[in-house]
């Protein structure tokens, strides 16, 4: 590494896989700990945390020591590689650390991860997640110790067979536990915790969903409990939502007029059908859906699983992580979902094609929520743009509007980022808004951005 790349490195600041320490000291280790359970990363010793060059004293005996210092404090132990480097004539040294095969790794019987630019400690649950991703697999295919074979329903898990033979085409000649066994949904004929969930017999106590027909915030018209299986609570679930949806009959010229509802029902499903899939059964809240006049909201326990952000989901860039393995691959066997990873950007999609606004997702008091709008993308006008526009301006339009007006030179990707709302819509409110002539585009392409035009 040469001066300039490293003031390129300093002048960006510390990030997901850079630290910057005066000194070798136990922080150091818990950053190449944090490296080592994430991505891997770098700490460049004699660099202050607001990327001043201090430079440190490098003897012969200084390498090994510290090398020896990381492998003797860490467990499974890690032993990183280092670089010597000079910098306004003092010498920088770079401590490298590769992601670690087998997670977690702990200092002094703590773990951390690292998330952005900071070192986070992780807690039991946590440390049971990344123990099981390294094992590749998940908490649903562990033995259930409250219950047993005779909490199923073989009609259940017969309907589930039917499910299986009618989407691939086949028949299956084994017997529906025998069959089970195969898929490891069963494990030496003892219950998982994906196979309770999803052939439960009665009700159970960790699936639970609230559903409520709201009026307003206090008022509620209509509910729903459920606690059932996990393809019943589908069923059910859309059922609910479905008896709630407004109906606008389309004149088509046939006899038969068109049916169509104010939100489509094939984004309904799959939001349904991921809350089910990537719900944490281990928190003890339940999944909530509140229908409102304008909108619906779909809350579910658990966080965006495996370092994903909201950011990653909308633009499309991310690898799909399953929390619950055993559940999806059923769901997938039994042709309710396809793909795995697809379904933001479906939702997304199939949102615009319908002529309603995307919807907004949103991590809230540890978990996940999916607010669904019923706003046409032409929606209402707005008053200060009435005079304006041709066309109409919905809600989202002109939340990017303001935003441009308030942070002149702004770039699509940073409104994106800022906004939540997905780039090819941002990119597309930026063109209508360019053919009308109410921005326009300055500067570069690499450091342009749009202003207001008055």
């Known amino acids: 590494m040469n001066n300039k790349e490293l003031q390129n490195i300093i002048s960006q600041g510390e990030n997901i896989n850079i630290e910057f320490k005066e000194n070798f000291n136990n922080d150091a280790i818990i950053a190449l700990c944090a490296f080592a359970n994430t991505k891997g990363g770098k700490v460049y010793i004699g660099i202050s945390d607001s990327g001043k060059i201090k430079g440190i004293d490098i003897k012969q005996e200084t390498i090994p020591i510290i090398i020896n210092e990381v492998k003797n404090k860490t467990y499974p132990n890690i032993i990183p590689d280092t670089e010597i480097i000079k910098a306004e004539n003092k010498r920088i040294l770079i401590i490298s650390i590769k992601e670690f095969p087998i997670k977690p790794v702990a200092v002094k019987g703590k773990y951390y991860k690292r998330v952005k630019n900071s070192n986070h400690q992780l807690n039991l649950q946590e440390i049971a997640e990344e123990h099981l991703k390294t094992l590749n697999s998940s908490w649903d295919y562990y033995i259930d110790t409250n219950n047993s074979i005779d909490d199923v329903s073989i009609k259940k898990i017969e309907n589930f067979i039917s499910k299986i033979e009618n989407n691939k085409q086949t028949k299956i000649e084994l017997s529906p536990f025998d069959f089970l066994s195969k898929l490891k949904i069963l494990r030496n004929n003892k219950l998982t915790f994906g196979a309770y969930l999803l052939f439960a017999k009665d009700d159970t106590l960790i699936s639970d969903i609230q559903i409520g027909r709201f009026k307003s915030n206090i008022t509620i018209i209509d509910s729903l409990s459920i606690d059932k299986d996990l ?4 069923d059910e679930i859309i059922a609910f939502i479905k008896k709630h949806l407004m109906i606008e009959f389309i004149i088509t010229g046939e006899p038969q007029h068109e049916e169509r509802f104010d939100y489509p029902l094939e984004v309904i499903r799959e939001i349904v059908v991921n809350m089910i899939i990537h719900r944490d059964y281990r928190d003890s809240n339940g999944s909530i859906i509140k229908i409102f006049d304008n909108y619906i909201e779909f809350y579910n326990p658990g966080k965006l699983y495996g370092n994903i952000t909201i950011n990653n989901l909308l633009s499309n ?19 309710i979902i396809e793909k795995y990873g697809t379904g933001i950007q479906r939702i997304i999609n199939i949102c615009e094609n319908y002529g309603i606004i995307p919807p907004k997702f949103e991590e809230v008091f540890n978990g996940f929520k999916v607010i669904l709008y019923k706003e046409k993308l032409n ?3 707005n008053g200060e743009l009435n005079g304006e526009l041709n066309g109409e301006l919905n809600e989202r339009q002109i939340l990017v509007y303001n935003k441009i007006k308030e942070k002149p030179n702004i ?26 002539n109410l921005i326009k585009r300055r500067g570069s392409k690499k450091t342009g951005g749009y202003y207001i035009l008055s």
């Open 231 to 234: 393809f019943t609570e589908v």
């Open 317 to 335: 860039n991310y690898t799909s992580q399953t929390r619950n393995k055993l559940i999806a691959k059923a769901f997938k066997e039994a042709g």
């Open 379 to 381: 929606g209402e006008l």
């Open 411 to 436: 770039n699509a990707t940073e409104l994106s980022n800022l906004l939540n709302i997905p780039f090819s819509t941002i990119d597309k409110y930026i063109r209508f808004f360019l053919k009308n």
